[in-house]
């Protein structure tokens, strides 16, 4: 296990402003192909799933306004690696800036990889929605870790896997709301 860190900053306009090594690190070892161009994008180009941006750009509506800064677990799973990490977002005193740094806590290899979690799996017209924070799945009203929304929809004996959509459970809309 080795310890990862990366930060990142958004303008008063949420464009990112400024991306550290981490940041780039990270991105090619997920294999984000447009993270070499992200200077001057939006940041909510790079969130996935609708609710997901609206309580993302809510909760940095709230750190500018009044609450300062935040930290939060969060997911960030591979295929073959299940990655806790932390985000700690934080506003500068006075200003729009808002600076974004998140560090790997643990990291777990996956007795099997996860093709659920693999971009190049070939996908079905079927959907999962899948939790953007905390990488869970919505199997039969249930929020389940991968391995266990695999088991439970017999994923292994499929050639096509279900389409995912981005969302967020309960659980996490809660955390973040209360954040
Ligand atoms: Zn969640």
């Known amino acids: 296990m080795s310890t990862q860190t990366l930060s990142y900053a958004i303008d008063e306009h949420d464009h990112l402003i400024r991306v550290d090594e981490g940041y780039y690190a990270f991105a090619a070892e997920n294999g984000w192909e447009e993270a070499p161009t992200s200077l001057g994008r939006s940041l909510w180009d790079y969130v996935a799933g609708h609710e997901m941006v609206k309580l993302q750009r809510l909760l940095v509506r709230r750190i500018r306004n009044d609450v300062g800064d935040v930290e939060l677990p969060f997911r960030c799973d591979a295929p073959s690696v299940r990655r806790e990490m932390k985000i700690r977002i934080v506003a500068r005193p006075g200003g729009r800036v808002v600076l974004f740094s998140a560090w790997m806590r643990s990291e777990e290899t996956r007795d099997l990889p996860q093709l659920l979690l693999d971009p190049a799996t070939l996908r079905s017209d079927e959907v999962l929605e899948m939790c953007g924070w905390c990488d ?3 199997v ?3 929020w389940v870790e991968v391995e266990e929304a695999a088991k439970r929809l017999e994923l292994f004996r499929r050639s096509e896997l279900p389409a995912l ?6 659980q996490c809309s809660g955390q973040l709301l209360a954040a």
Do not use: L, S, T, V
């Open 136 to 138: 869970r799945f919505e």
């Open 140 to 142: 039969d009203g249930e």
């Open 165 to 170: 959509d981005h969302g967020i459970c309960p």
